[in-house]
């Protein structure tokens, strides 16, 4: 297991980058800044010993697919190194606008979880438990309908993603993380 992470310069750096790109993007549900969701994300990578790396490239995982795609891409090689790079590519399940079909998105994302290294998979897993926590909560604030409502897919279609994600990462990594997200998604 990784000791605990140091953070250093490169960290403020991303931060700041993060925040920039991001900044004017809502969280679908809540409505929250989506910066919220990179922090969450960050902070279980972090809490999970995840090295100076991959909570970098926990803060910048949505940055290709979401804000610039090859363009982005290029900025955080040259910004933040090749390992970040990586990291950031091996959780993007799209480089392209307009983007594919979900499911095409998703099930390429699975695939790259079967080889993605473990940073990878740690940073996939925050990502997707800090969304799950925030589904649980809005179905229980706001009811089945309108928290289901604000996805291009419904319940079962997200249900297979999680579940499949699930099952292809467990072969490969373990984490408490990991674990939550099991419990999370039987609730769904």
């Not at 970098?56 to 940055?63: T, V, Y």
């Amino acid at each position: 297991m990784n000791t605990p992470t140091q953070l250093g310069h490169l960290f403020d750096q991303a931060l700041s980058f993060a925040v920039d790109l991001h900044r004017d993007q809502k969280r679908k549900g809540s409505g929250a800044p989506y910066v919220s969701h990179l922090l969450s994300v960050a902070a279980l990578v972090m809490e999970d010993r995840g090295t100076e790396e991959e909570v970098i490239a926990a803060l910048l995982h949505d940055a290709i697919e979401d804000q610039g795609g090859v363009e982005t891409r290029n900025r955080i090689f040259e910004e933040f190194g090749e390992e970040v790079c990586e990291l950031v590519e091996a959780v993007t399940d799209t480089e392209g606008s307009p983007k594919p079909p979900w499911k095409d998105r998703k099930n390429r994302l699975l695939k790259q979880m079967q080889k993605a290294p473990e940073g990878a998979l740690r940073i996939a897993t925050a990502d997707k438990l800090h969304n799950v926590r925030a589904l649980v909560s809005d179905i229980k604030t706001r009811g089945e309908e309108k928290a289901w409502g604000v996805f291009q897919k419904g319940r079962d279609d997200q249900v297979w993603f999680f579940t499949s994600f699930i099952e292809i990462v467990e072969k490969r990594f373990q984490s408490p993380m990991l674990n939550e997200l099991k419990e999370l998604v039987k609730q769904l």
